[in-house]
């Protein structure tokens, strides 16, 4: 089971997640605003951490941002607002999910599993991989095992979800994939919410990858393809 850091300055919502957390057996700490958040990140380790935008003192993206800067702990971001620019703010700040208010607990503990399926998925490719890719006579260079890309000899810092839409494109590059398989193995479970977070992710990826970018082939009515160019 997990440890989990559940941060929102409402009790109601803290002890409603909380409640279902420890039904299914996970321990779990809360915070009530973003600076106790990061004092506690930056203190112990927890598995995951659920995370409120809108807070008191530090607000979620001002958290998460911070959080990063020390620990590579999965976030599961909540917010009461749905517009794809809080979500590519979330993603960019390098939360692993979004979920919009209101929301199930049940649904929420599902994406809790999704999410630390994927990064134990994640982190057993890397072990047996140990590969590297180079595209454009290397001028798009990428590490699997590392989990880092480079742009022109740039390093390229992408936001957890990024990498792994990027690192499955690539592993299964030249194949037609459609939106559904990319959701269903990328985020790992029957997605709940708005399929445009698909979307959203391609578009940051894109302007992740600058001119590289035509590697990522939009079909139409179909789904995505990274296409080794000619």
């Not at 951490?49 to 911070?66: V, W």
């Not at 649904?107 to 982190?123: H, W």
């Not at 590697?215 to 000619?230: D, N, P, S």
Request: aromatic share 10%.
């Amino acid at each position: 089971m997990y440890h989990i850091l559940i941060v929102d300055d409402e009790i109601r919502i803290r002890s409603m997640i909380r409640k279902y957390a420890e039904f299914e057996g996970h321990t779990v700490t809360e915070a009530g605003d973003g600076m106790e958040a990061v004092r506690l990140a930056r203190k112990e380790d927890f598995d995951i951490i659920i995370l409120d935008i809108m807070m008191p003192e530090l607000d979620g993206f001002s958290a998460c941002r911070e959080i990063r800067k020390v620990k590579s702990t999965p976030i599961i971001m909540l917010s009461a607002r749905g517009e794809e620019y809080d979500k590519i703010n979330g993603f960019e700040s390098g939360v692993d999910d979004y979920v919009v208010k209101p929301f199930s607990p049940r649904e929420l503990m599902l994406r809790v599993e999704a999410v630390m399926k994927r990064v134990r998925r994640a982190s057993e490719e890397s072990r047996a991989e140990n590969q590297i890719m180079e595209f454009d006579g290397g001028g798009l260079r990428v590490d699997l095992t590392a989990r880092i890309v480079y742009v022109d000899g740039a390093r390229v810092e992408m936001s957890p979800k990024e990498y792994d839409l990027f690192f499955y494109l690539l592993r299964n590059r030249n194949v037609a994939l459609t939106r559904e398989r990319l959701i269903s193995e990328v985020w790992g479970y029957d997605f709940f919410g708005d399929a445009r977070t698909l979307d959203t992710h391609i578009k940051l990826l894109r302007k992740s990858l600058g001119r590289y970018s035509e590697y990522i082939v939009t079909l139409r009515g179909v789904g995505y393809r990274f296409e080794e160019q000619k």
